[in-house]
């Protein structure tokens, strides 16, 4: 496994000139991600001093326009820095600039951003991704009205779902259920107002899967995700189990092109998109990219970082 890490890094630090965005899932806060977990794995400084000033670069790249999605915006730049800061990367205050930049782009305006991403082709509930991430690593900093603001926020969400105002994608409904059910665990209020959300989150979901408003990624993460729920509303969720279990999904695709193409996903719920993969098998199919990544070269930055984090979370 170490020569073929070491070679993904050596291809993605090659390829860095053509890593032109910053988010997450497809620029360079993700290959931050790898570049300081494997300097860390493989003890050479020279890959954390690349990933330093890649961070530099991404600073200067923020921008009033900037998405705020998870994926390839501003949440997905918080949630890199909050990891690096949790792993001890970095130190810095979240009174400083870049944390500041976040926070006012994500929680000036709690409504903004979320109303503005649900019309997205993959609408995700980011800013509450980020908001849990930061209460992860230090509570003391969170200002409770950012919570309340989020909560209140999701009942509207799923209110205009219920009411039939909206139809909601699964990818929406399964950010919001993690979020949610993360704020159940970590909160001591407004459990009882949490758990009524999360049931209507989870009667939402199976219109979204009737309706065909989901990807196949959309049900695999659905599966992980209801496993988090709290035990008093597990019961619950059975009658979405029983819906998904039905669902045939990546039909003819091979199974590590899904792991692939997906990582990012596991890596943003921290859960496993496929239970079992071949090292040996992932070794063949790392190389192969990485000898047609001249094809690919936009993206094989990402995919690699993404494959790399996996392969050393391991």
């Given at each position: 496994m170490n020569k073929i890490l070491l070679q993904t890094a050596n291809t993605i630090v090659a390829n860095l000139a053509n890593t032109e965005q910053v988010g997450l899932f497809d620029g360079k806060i993700g290959v931050?991600?790898?570049?300081?977990?494997?300097?860390?794995?493989?003890?050479?400084?020279?890959?954390?001093?690349?990933?330093?000033?890649?961070?530099?670069?991404i600073f200067g790249q923020l921008k009033p326009d900037l998405s705020p999605s998870?994926?390839?915006g501003v949440a997905g730049?918080?949630?890199?820095?909050?990891?690096?800061?949790?792993?001890?990367?970095?130190?810095?205050?979240?009174?400083?600039?870049?944390?500041?930049?976040?926070?006012?782009?994500?929680?000036?305006?709690?409504?903004?951003?979320?109303?503005?991403?649900?019309?997205?082709?993959?609408?995700?509930?980011?800013?509450g991704m980020y908001l849990l991430s930061?209460?992860?690593?230090?509570m003391d900093d969170i200002d409770n009205v950012w919570i309340a603001g989020m909560i209140e926020n999701s009942r509207l969400i799923i209110a205009s779902g219920i009411n039939n105002k909206r139809k909601l994608k699964l990818s929406l409904?399964?950010?919001?259920?993690?979020?949610?059910?993360?704020?159940?665990?970590?909160?001591?209020?407004?459990k009882v107002g949490i758990r009524t959300l999360l049931n209507d989150i989870l009667n939402l979901c199976v219109q979204s899967i009737d309706g065909q408003n989901y990807q196949d990624?959309?049900?695999?993460?659905?599966?992980?995700?209801?496993?988090?729920?709290?035990?008093e509303?597990?019961?619950t969720g059975g009658p979405v189990l029983e819906k998904i279990d039905c669902l045939d999904c990546f039909v003819d695709m091979n199974t590590l092109d899904v792991w692939y193409d997906n990582a990012w996903w596991g890596i943003l719920y921290n859960v496993p998109i496929l239970e079992e993969l071949s090292f040996d098998d992932i070794k063949m199919y790392i190389d192969k990219k990485i000898q047609g990544s001249f094809y690919d070269i936009s993206m094989i930055n990402s995919k690699l970082s993404s494959a790399g984090l996996w392969l050393m979370s391991k």
């Open positions: 931050c991600l790898f570049l300081y977990r494997y300097a860390r794995y493989s003890g050479n400084g020279i890959y954390e001093n690349i990933a330093s000033n890649l961070l530099d670069e998870a994926i390839d730049i918080g949630l890199g820095l909050t990891n690096l800061i949790k792993e001890g990367f970095l130190e810095v205050d979240p009174r400083e600039s870049v944390f500041h930049y976040v926070d006012e782009a994500l929680f000036r305006d709690v409504r903004s951003p979320l109303m503005k991403e649900i019309n997205f082709p993959v609408p995700l509930f980011s800013s930061r209460m992860s690593w230090r409904l399964n950010s919001m259920l993690y979020v949610l059910c993360g704020f159940y665990e970590r909160l001591e209020v407004n990624i959309d049900i695999i993460l659905l599966k992980q995700t209801i496993k988090k729920l709290p035990e509303l597990k019961v």
